[in-house]
């Protein structure tokens, strides 16, 4: 199982991105999903997550502002993130809970500056 992250750069605040992730290899189901980031010189942290079946959480700093997706078809999460602000400003990481086992994508980068 491999997971490939896209759609990270640099953007202006109160600007919008939107980031992908798929997964690859021999799967058949795929349980939770969910998107992280770490900021420099900080713990890698929760942004949301979604069920098999729909159901999303998201950490407080976001609630509002980024709508979490996905596509059990096309093995998909998507992230999208409005109104961002600077201390959005981090690596996004994709996992995926796959047969019980966490896989991560390799991070994609996230920069909000003016």
């Known amino acids: 199982v491999q997971l490939q992250a896209s759609g990270g750069g640099l953007v202006q605040p109160g600007g919008s991105l939107r980031l992908s992730c798929v997964a690859s290899g021999r799967i058949f189901s795929i349980n939770g999903m969910a998107w992280y980031r770490q900021a420099p010189g900080d713990q890698r942290e929760l942004v949301g997550g979604i069920s098999r079946g729909g159901s999303t959480m998201y950490a407080d700093s976001v609630k509002g502002r980024f709508t979490i997706s996905r596509d059990n078809g096309k093995k998909t999460v998507d992230l999208q993130m409005n109104s961002l602000k600077p201390e959005d400003t981090a690596v996004y990481y994709c996992?995926?809970?796959?047969?019980?086992?966490?896989?991560w994508g390799e991070g994609t980068q996230v920069t909000v500056s003016s």
């Open positions: 996992k995926m809970d796959v047969y019980g086992m966490d896989y």
